[in-house]
């Protein structure tokens, strides 16, 4: 009787062996690059390698797979890594732990807290890499979003769920503007990815742009420049299954990804690494491959919506370089920030002229885009002749147009300069531009124009609301904790 206990707690045993190898050791240590006999994954699996000289288990993805051999790259600092070291697969895909109590807090690419604030707790995960919603089940974008930004809400109007770029050389004031966009943006939840960027400017983003009101409505993401390129790879794509959980609980995210040029570049460097070679400027195919793949995830979709603004890095500002003329094409929308225009100390150094929202047209009223049109006009109308005016060779009274446009030049500036700490509503940004173009915008058109909603939710910020405020994630099963989403603040 005792024996056949023995045997049952054997072939029990037996039966829960897994016959697939789930272990394997490294062979080779080459750059980036680490390669090991075994285990049996599959590219894109995570694994664990120990390193017990450092007494460390570090992460690491499988990304390429030659004969038995397994190709990975570490999330982490392989400091310490020798030939031998256990590698176990762990049978699944980054995913990242997501609920309500993600608000307030900074993880790391692979979405862990890092901020010393706890666990997330939550039984659900979002994988980190993941399709674009179905295009055929895609919410069109109707509705206004608020930046908070005169020269964006009022001459590059952004709708709910569009994604911008915002495009400009070093030190111009992309991520300075993002700031200001978090703070003041009437979306329900920021995602905030910095990806690549100096780790000094974490802190400062924290404590400057967002403060406290800020981040209690914002998730950050966070992965340094001295970070490995799959820890700054996969970042982007943790942030964005971030945003992608808030939206399918019917919010509208803001997705704030700085910057895009350092994603395509982490994915150049593991591109060289494994073999690929250069194309573009150096840049591998698989750069090319996976900017839509990543953009085209945020967007509206049948629940919520999340509007992204990317920053991207031009070289010498040079628009025609490969990563922003990519980005260009995919994104809905870009704005520039001119140097030019930054050295004169009007910031934000948005060249509006140069800029362009696609939706813009879309979701604002007749008469806003009437008062938009006419300062864009008068802005160019001056832009071409300021030569002729700063050298004193305009004679006013010779062209009414130019008169015009000089009249109305410096209530132009000072509608378009705007402080870092200086908030403006949609309200009061259409009343600025009526007052400069002598014109009057109908009630109707303040604040949220929905041209083509259903009655129910034309101009009702009650059912506009609905999703916001107190909220409980209806539709997803999740231990979303009490933390809720704070009360939006919309017009
Ligand atoms: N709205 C603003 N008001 C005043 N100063 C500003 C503003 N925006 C940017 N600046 C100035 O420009 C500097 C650089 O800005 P910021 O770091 O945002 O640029 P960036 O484009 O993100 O640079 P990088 O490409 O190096 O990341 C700031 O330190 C600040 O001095
Ligand atoms: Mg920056």
């Not at 980054?94 to 309500?100: D, E, F, I, K, Y």
């Not at 049109?373 to 009274?397: F, K, N, T």
């Not at 009343?431 to 949220?448: S, T």
Request: aromatic residues 4%; proline residues 6%.
């Amino acid at each position: 009787m005792e024996n056949k206990t023995i045997l049952d707690k054997y072939l029990e045993t037996a039966e829960q062996v897994d016959p697939i190898k789930c272990t394997g050791r490294i062979i080779k240590v080459q750059g980036l690059l680490i390669e090991s006999r075994g285990p049996q994954a599959i590219i894109g699996e995570v694994c664990r390698i120990d390193i017990p000289k450092e007494k460390t288990i570090i992460q690491a993805e499988v990304v390429g797979l030659r004969d038995d051999i397994v190709q990975l790259m570490a999330f982490e600092d392989t400091a310490g890594i020798e030939v031998g070291n256990l590698v176990v697969a762990s049978g699944e895909r980054l995913s990242v732990p997501v609920s309500g109590k993600l608000l307030g807090r900074v993880l790391d690419s692979l979405g862990r807290p890092t901020d010393g604030k706890g666990d997330i707790e939550s039984s659900v995960s979002y994988p980190a890499v993941a399709d674009a919603p179905n295009p055929l089940t895609r919410r069109r974008i109707t509705q206004w979003i608020s930046t908070g930004v005169r020269a964006i809400d009022g001459l590059l109007s952004a709708g709910r769920g569009q994604r911008l770029g915002i495009f400009s050389g070093s030190g111009v004031g992309k991520s300075t503007l993002l700031g200001m966009i978090a703070r003041n943006t009437n979306a329900d939840v920021n995602v905030v990815a910095l990806i690549g960027e100096r780790g000094r400017e974490v802190n400062d983003f924290i404590e400057n742009d967002l403060g406290p009101e800020g981040l209690a409505r914002s998730v950050l993401i966070v992965s340094p420049s001295n970070a490995p390129p799959l820890a700054r790879l996969r970042g982007a794509y943790v942030a964005t299954a971030v945003a992608e959980y808030f939206r399918d609980q019917g919010l509208d995210v803001m997705l704030l990804f700085d910057s895009v040029t350092r994603f395509a570049r982490a994915q150049r460097e593991i591109g060289l690494a494994t073999g690929e070679p250069p194309a573009t400027r150096g840049y591998t195919p698989s750069v090319f491959d996976s900017m839509p793949k990543l953009l085209e995830r945020c967007g509206t979709s049948d629940k919520g919506t999340i509007t992204g603004f990317y920053t991207i890095l031009v070289d010498g500002d040079d628009m025609d370089e490969p990563i922003a003329d990519t980005v260009r094409g995919i994104l809905d929308g870009h704005i520039i920030l001119s140097r030019r225009i930054a050295q004169r100390y009007h910031y934000p150094a948005i060249d509006v002229l140069a800029s362009i929202s696609r939706l813009a047209s879309v979701i604002t009223g007749p008469v806003t885009k009437k008062v938009a049109g006419y300062i864009r006009r008068l802005m160019a109308v001056y832009a071409e002749s300021e030569d002729m005016i700063d050298v004193g060779a305009y004679h006013p009274g010779s062209n009414p147009a130019i008169d015009e446009a000089i009249a109305k030049k410096k209530p132009i500036d000072d509608f378009l300069i705007q402080g870092i700490d200086e908030k403006s509503s949609i309200p009061e940004t259409l009343a600025a531009m009526a007052a400069i173009a002598e014109m009057e915008i109908p009630p109707e058109e303040l604040g949220i124009y929905q041209p083509s909603e259903s009655a129910a939710e034309k101009g009702n910020p009650e059912v506009e609301n609905g999703s916001s405020g107190e909220q409980d994630f209806p539709g997803q099963n999740t231990s979303t904790g009490g933390s809720g989403i704070p009360e939006s603040h919309r017009e």
